[in-house]
């Protein structure tokens, strides 16, 4: 069975622009199928905002078709019923935290510190991505 997770958007970032590295390979599992990544409305369009700002428009294209090429198969898409406001010292955080918490899955990011709080008062699941890889290597 694959994991449940949510990829906060830097390292979905780091994953299809460096390709190598530990988010390259969490991208690799999530092309492999090891993975079921959930997202929500609001995490695809800052996906989308964050690729499309910080890429040039030829390499945009070229993510971006990666990218829609994986949410069309091991996606869940989140329908957001409950938030849990505020949980995160960057309020801009707060809508990856509604998607892990609605989606029952584990959160993969750089940033744990801005997901301590969800984390203790909530229970939520926060994961690097070395530690994610980790995990994943002890899954039969």
Same mark, same amino acid.
């Given at each position: 069975m694959a994991l449940r997770v949510v990829l906060d958007t830097n390292v979905v970032f780091e994953g299809l622009t460096k390709q190598?590295?530990?988010?390259?390979?969490?991208?690799?599992? =999530?092309?492999? +199928? %090891?993975l079921t990544v959930c997202v929500s409305n609001a995490l695809l369009n800052e996906y989308d905002d964050v690729l499309s700002r910080k890429l040039s428009a =030829?390499?945009?294209a070229e993510v971006i078709a990666v990218l829609?090429?994986? %949410?069309?198969?091991?996606?869940?898409?989140?329908?957001?019923y409950y938030t849990w406001r505020?949980? /995160? /010292?960057?309020? +801009?955080?707060?809508h990856v935290i509604d998607c892990a918490m609605n989606a029952n899955a584990r959160l993969i990011? /750089?940033?744990?510190?801005?997901?301590?709080?969800?984390s203790n008062r909530l229970?939520?699941?926060? %994961?690097?991505?070395?530690e994610f890889v980790k995990l994943l290597a002890t899954i039969e």
């Open positions: 190598t590295g530990v988010c390259g390979l969490i991208i690799d599992a =999530w092309r492999a +199928g %090891l =030829w390499r945009y829609d090429e994986l %949410l069309d198969e091991a996606t869940h898409f989140v329908r957001i505020p949980m /995160s /010292s960057d309020p +801009g955080d707060e990011t /750089s940033n744990v510190r801005d997901f301590q709080g969800a229970g939520l699941q926060v %994961l690097t991505p070395i």
